[in-house]
């Protein structure tokens, strides 16, 4: 407990101190600098603007606890007896004469009220957002005796279609080769395909691919009894 006892005795000391210089409209500052030299555990007094008011000398803080305590006690006792000091100096001052009352203004005309303007009508509301719903699996085309190849969306560097088929199938002398890469799936319906010199690769609703560029393509066979859908990115 004994030694625990001085660092507390140390911070109830500067609590007392910060309280006198906050009472004399100053601030408390301790050094915590320690280096060789330093001024570790010095104080100094500022004022309200940050300025140094007290011990502080080029720059470093060399005032001690006791050197501050007697700083603000004598500030302290110097305001006191000024204080008292000018008290006792002031004359009895004769008391001041009442000012004549003065005459009550006239009451000021009340001004009428302006009518209020007609407000006017408020604009109709604004229509709301109605979105624009299409579905790709109804009403199909019949896609006879040619397939159905409708555009969804064109942007710069790509084209969106959607393809029926039902029945058709690329010639085996005329494969089909494009400028650009094509990603197809498949939504409704099955068909065949063949790309290159590979097998041919069946493919149902939810399978995709992608052709290349260049690549030679063809479609083996669609279903005859039913329509295949095809969705289809052309991009570059």
């Known amino acids: 407990m004994a030694g625990g006892s001085e660092p507390d005795e140390g911070k109830a000391r500067d609590a007392a101190l910060r309280e006198m210089a906050r009472h004399r409209g100053y601030r408390l500052v301790k050094s915590r600098r320690r280096k060789p030299g330093g001024d570790f555990g010095r104080y100094a007094l500022h004022d309200a603007d940050g300025q ?3 011990g502080v000398e080029d720059g470093a803080m060399t005032a001690s606890a006791e050197d501050i305590e007697d700083f603000l006690r004598n500030a302290i006792r110097a305001t006191w007896s000024t204080s008292e000091a000018t008290t006792k100096a002031r004359p009895d001052l004769p008391k001041p004469k009442p000012a004549p009352a003065k005459p009550k203004p006239a009451p000021a005309p ?6 209020k303007p007609k ?10 957002f109605k979105p624009e719903v299409a579905n790709l699996l109804t009403k199909l085309p019949a896609a006879k005796p040619d397939e159905d190849f409708a ?26 080769v494009q400028d ?16 290159e010199d590979s097998d041919e690769v069946q493919l149902g609703p939810g399978d995709h691919l992608r052709i290349a560029a260049g690549q030679k393509h063809w479609v083996t ?5 039913r329509a295949t859908v095809w969705l289809a990115l052309h991009f570059d």
């Open 110 to 115: 009340v001004a009428k009220p302006a009518p």
């Open 180 to 195: 650009r890469d094509e990603w197809v799936l498949v939504l409704e319906g099955r068909a065949g395909l063949r790309v």
């Open 151 to 176: 555009e969804l969306l064109t942007r710069p560097g790509f084209r969106l279609e959607r393809i029926v088929s039902r029945g058709q199938a690329t010639p085996a002398d005329e494969p089909m």
């Open 221 to 225: 066979w669609t279903a005859k009894d």
């Open 52 to 54: 140094p008011v007290f």
């Open 119 to 128: 407000s006017e009508p408020a604009p109709p509301p604004k229509p709301r």
